[in-house]
T-cell receptor, first 113, second 114 residues
């Protein structure tokens, strides 16, 4: 059974800092890994998706990396802003036709002005 | 944004009553999923569908049933609601293997069972 762990559970940083969120998974037989953002009381917004054959993806100030062999992914946020405050979830999708996803519990990020 | 709607958005119901949540998509995607999210946790898969009338169980399917009679609609039913089913329910869609792999999520339904 796939298990996904996100560390730390919560993180508080001053505005402008660069930061890294971590995601680890136990079964390396994945199809892809997706990072989401969730604001309080809201739904999930997809940030980045990394296919199993890829090493990283970038979008603006966000960079996600994937090391499938070690079961790890990181989400790097450059020059953090108060608007980045949210919960960040990672999800790994299995490589069956069903494409079922297993989620971590998330990292809640607070960026202080 | 992907065309996914969920109804109702909020519902309060009593223990023992049946409840049906609806997920509607306008994208004609093959795969549809129901997840639940409890406070401080990620999402857990309840049931999923890979086509009309084709469904299967997820990680936490006990106490839930689903139906998909049309491509665009995926219904989640709590046959007899319990307090442990108080949660936020999210629907997600994904194209078939020939399409992009991302899952897109609906806005969620907040269900309270008293």
């Amino acid at each position: 059974k796939q298990e996904v762990t996100q560390i730390p559970a919560a993180l508080s940083v001053p505005e402008g800092e660069n930061l890294v969120l971590n995601c680890s998974f136990t079964d390396s037989a994945i199809y892809n890994l997706q990072w989401f953002r969730q604001d309080p009381g809201k739904g999930l917004t997809s940030l980045l998706l990394i296919q199993s054959s890829q090493r990283e993806q970038t979008s603006g100030r966000l960079n996600a990396s994937l090391d499938k062999s070690s079961g790890r992914s990181t989400l790097y946020i450059a020059a953090s802003q108060p608007g980045d405050s949210a919960t960040y979830l990672c999800a790994v999708q299995d490589n069956t036709n069903a494409g079922k996803s297993t989620f971590g519990d998330g990292t809640t990020l607070t960026v202080k002005p | 944004d992907a065309g996914i709607t969920q109804s109702p958005r909020h519902k309060v119901t009593e223990t023992g009553t049946p409840v049906t949540l609806r997920c509607h998509q306008t994208e004609n995607h093959r795969y549809m999923y129901w997840y639940r999210q409890d406070p401080g946790h990620g999402l857990r898969l309840i049931h999923y569908s890979y086509g009309v009338k084709d469904t299967d169980k997820g990680e936490v399917s006990d106490g839930y049933s689903v139906s998909r009679s049309k491509t665009e609609d995926f219904l989640l039913t709590l046959e007899s609601a319990t307090s442990s089913q108080t949660s936020v329910y999210f629907c997600a869609i994904r194209p078939g293997l020939e399409g992009a792999p991302e899952q897109y999520f609906g806005p969620g339904t907040r269900l309270t069972v008293t």
